[in-house]
């Protein structure tokens, strides 16, 4: 376990993601917001599912989870349609428009961050990537639903570090 002055600089630099984030925001299109770009990036990953998978996967709940879904339908990215299982839901499905935004979000954030990473190496942004992933299967890990870190299964893969390599806008 690591010595308490390092939990406190790790929360620091954390703290200074905040202007990363920013970053990322400022270089969506006024008409996406992040929410809605999140959205469009785990439809992307997962595929076709129902706003109760996609709240879980977004770490929100149903109705800020809705209005970024809505906001979606209403710009011609996401569709709905019957789930053929039960009627009385809904699927959610890309548009070829949506895909189409996405890759636009995804070329601009990679373009941020090879320009803002320019001076590191191909190994110092994997080992990034890396650490960052598993930060997350951590927090995700030992959550109310527990799993062990490094022994993904069910709802603790949504951050997994297979996800380096998903078209993250934001």
């Known amino acids: 376990m690591a010595a308490r002055s390092q939990y406190e600089e790790l929360g620091r630099q954390l703290s200074a993601v905040g202007a990363v984030k920013?970053?990322?925001v400022r270089i969506l299109p006024s008409?996406?917001?992040g929410g809605t770009?999140?959205?469009l990036t785990l439809l992307?990953?997962?595929g076709e599912m129902r706003i109760t998978r996609l709240a879980e996967l977004l770490a929100v709940n149903m109705s800020v989870t809705s209005r970024h879904v809505t906001h979606a339908v209403e710009s011609g990215w996401v569709e709905r349609f019957p789930d053929p299982a039960d009627k009385r839901s809904r699927i959610l499905r890309l548009t070829p428009a949506g895909e189409e935004l996405l890759d636009e979000l995804?070329?601009?954030t990679t373009e941020m961050f090879a320009h803002n990473l320019i001076d590191w190496?191909?190994?110092e942004v994997g080992q990034l990537n890396t650490l960052l992933s598993r930060?997350?299967?951590s927090f995700s890990c030992r959550g109310s639903g527990g799993c062990t870190p490094g022994k993904h299964s069910g709802d603790c893969r949504a951050g997994h570090a297979d996800d380096v390599?998903?078209?993250?806008p934001v």
């Open 22 to 24: 920013r970053g990322l």
């Open 31 to 33: 008409e996406c917001p």
């Open 37 to 39: 770009a999140g959205v």
């Open 44 to 46: 992307a990953k997962y």
């Open 106 to 108: 995804t070329r601009r």
């Open 121 to 123: 190496s191909d190994e």
């Open 135 to 137: 930060l997350r299967d």
């Open 165 to 168: 390599h998903t078209r993250t």
